[in-house]
C-alpha cells in the first residue's frame, strides 16, 4: 500500500489536531477556574457550535477575499469597468482588510457560549472581572487556533492579495490605465521636427 495520504485527509488531520489544542487550553481554563470555587457539575460546552463559529469565520473571510481578488482583476487583468476603477480600487482595499479581521469575529463570537456555561457552573457565579479575564484568555486560545488550525491564514493572504489588486488599479497599472482621448476629427497633428533642418 502506498504511503501517499490525500490532501484531504492531511487537512483534517490538521484541523482536528489544532480543535485538540483548543479542547485542552479550554478544559483546563474551566477546571482551574472551578477547582477554585464551588461547582454544580461539570461544565459542558457545545464543542460542534464553538468548531462551526470557528469554521465559519474563516470560511466568511475566505469567501469575501476571493471576491474582492475577482473583483479587482477586471480592471486590472481585462479593462473591464476601468472607468470606475477608482470605486473599485477603494472597495477592494476596504473588503480586502475586511477579509483579513472577519476570521477573529468568528473566534471571538465562538467564546461566548463557553463563558456562559463556565460560569453557570459555578454556585458563586461570575463578576464581571473574571468574565473578562476568562473571555480573554478563550478569545487568544480562538484567535490563534481560526488563523492556523482553521484556515484563517487564507484568509489573510486572498486579503492583502485583493488589497494590493485594489491599489493598483486605483493607481491605473497594467490595463486599468485609462485610454488617452481620441484626436477631435479634422485636427492636424503638429509634427515636431527634431534637428538642424538642412540649407537647400
Request: charged letters at 5%; aromatic letters at 8%.
Amino acid at each position: 500500500p502506498s504511503s501517499f495520504k490525500p490532501a484531504s485527509i492531511l487537512c483534517a488531520h490538521y484541523f482536528a489536531r489544532s480543535m485538540f489544542a483548543a479542547r485542552i487550553s479550554l478544559l483546563a481554563a474551566s477546571t482551574v477556574f472551578v477547582v477554585n470555587a464551588c461547582t454544580n457539575g461539570t461544565p459542558q460546552w457545545d464543542e460542534g457550535a464553538f468548531t462551526g463559529s470557528l469554521i465559519g469565520g474563516s470560511v466568511g473571510g475566505i469567501a469575501v477575499g476571493i471576491l474582492v481578488v475577482v473583483i479587482a482583476s477586471l480592471p486590472l487583468c481585462c479593462g473591464v469597468l476601468k472607468q470606475f476603477g477608482k470605486w473599485i480600487g477603494a472597495a477592494s482595499i476596504i473588503l480586502g482588510i475586511l477579509a483579513i479581521v472577519i476570521p477573529a469575529f468568528g473566534s471571538m463570537g465562538a467564546c461566548g457560549p463557553w463563558v456562559d456555561e463556565l460560569c453557570s457552573a459555578s454556585c458563586t457565579g461570575c463578576t464581571s472581572s473574571q468574565r473578562s479575564d476568562i473571555g480573554a484568555l478563550c478569545n487568544a486560545v480562538g484567535f490563534i487556533i481560526v488563523y492556523l488550525g482553521a484556515w484563517g491564514w487564507a484568509a489573510i493572504v486572498l486579503g492583502i492579495v485583493g488589497a494590493s489588486l485594489g491599489c493598483c488599479v486605483c493607481c491605473g497599472c497594467c490595463k486599468a490605465k485609462m485610454d488617452p482621448p481620441p484626436a477631435p476629427v479634422g485636427q492636424v497633428q503638429q509634427v515636431q521636427v527634431v534637428g538642424t533642418p538642412t540649407p537647400a
